[in-house]
C-alpha cells in the first residue's frame, strides 16, 4: 500500500502571507518571540469529532478511545506546526541573528557568552526548520484525518453491526496512520520547545539595558 508523503512546495520562511495561527502570549512578562510556551498550547480534551458529531459518539469504549487519540494527535500536529511557522518567522523578521552578533561585537567581556547563546538559537531554529521542510509520513496539512472519518463513520453501531470487517479495516489503517503522523509530530514537539529555551535566553540578552551584566550572565 502506497504511503501519503508530503512534500512541501515553499520553504519555511517566505510563508509571509499566511495569517498569524498562533495567538499573543499571555498578557504578563514579555514572551520569546511575542508567543506562549509552545508547552501551553497542549490540546485539550476533544468535545467535537472530525464529522462534527459531540464527543465520544456511539460506539464500543475502545473505538472511542482510538478516535479520540486520533482528535488530540491531529490538534496537537496543528498546533505545532503554527507555531513553528509563526516563530521561524518572527525570528527572521527580527533579525535574531544579526542582532546578537551585533551585541557581541558591542560587548567583547560578554561576547563569548553571547555567541554560546547566538549558537544554540541557530541550531534551534535550523532543526525546526529541516523538520518543518523534510518529506512528512502524512500530510502535513490534514494529517490522518481521511483515515479518522473512515474509521469513525464505521465505528457507528449500525454500521458496525453490519459490517464489523470494515470496521477492523478502517480501525487497522487509522492506528497505522497515527503511528506515522506521531513519528512526525514528537521531534517538531521537542525542536519547538528547544527553541522557545533558546529564544529566551536571545530575549533576556537582547532586553538587557547597556552595561547590565545580569542578563549577559543569564541570571533574572
Not at 21 to 43: I, T
Not at 49 to 58: H, I, L, N, Q, S
Request: aromatic letters at 4%; glycine letters at 8%; one cysteine or more.
Amino acid at each position: 500500500m502506497s504511503r501519503c508523503v508530503y512534500i512541501p512546495l515553499l520553504v519555511l520562511l517566505p510563508l509571509a502571507s499566511l495569517a498569524e495561527e498562533v495567538g499573543p502570549a499571555p498578557a504578563g512578562p514579555a514572551a520569546p518571540l511575542g508567543l506562549a510556551d509552545p508547552a501551553l498550547g497542549a490540546p485539550r480534551p476533544p468535545r467535537t469529532t472530525f464529522t462534527g458529531k459531540e464527543f465520544p459518539p456511539p460506539g464500543s469504549p475502545a473505538d472511542q478511545a482510538l478516535l479520540g487519540e486520533l482528535l488530540v494527535a491531529h490538534a496537537a500536529m496543528l498546533s505545532e506546526r503554527a507555531w513553528a511557522i509563526t516563530a521561524t518567522r518572527r525570528l527572521a523578521d527580527g533579525g535574531y541573528d544579526r542582532r546578537l552578533s551585533d551585541l557581541a561585537v558591542a560587548r567583547p567581556p560578554r561576547a563569548v557568552r553571547i555567541e554560546g547563546v547566538r549558537q544554540r538559537l541557530k541550531a534551534a531554529w535550523d532543526e525546526v526548520s529541516r523538520i518543518m521542510n523534510a518529506p512528512w509520513l502524512v500530510d502535513g496539512r490534514i494529517g490522518c484525518r481521511p483515515s479518522a472519518i473512515e474509521f469513525e463513520v464505521h465505528m457507528a453501531p449500525e454500521v458496525a453491526r453490519r459490517s464489523p470487517d470494515l470496521l477492523q479495516g478502517a480501525a487497522a489503517r487509522a492506528r497505522r496512520c497515527l503511528e506515522r503522523q506521531r513519528a512526525c509530530v514528537d521531534p517538531l514537539e521537542r525542536a519547538n520547545r528547544a527553541l522557545y529555551a533558546a529564544a529566551e535566553e536571545a530575549e533576556r540578552l537582547l532586553g538587557a539595558a547597556p552595561g547590565d551584566d545580569r542578563a549577559a550572565n543569564g541570571e533574572r
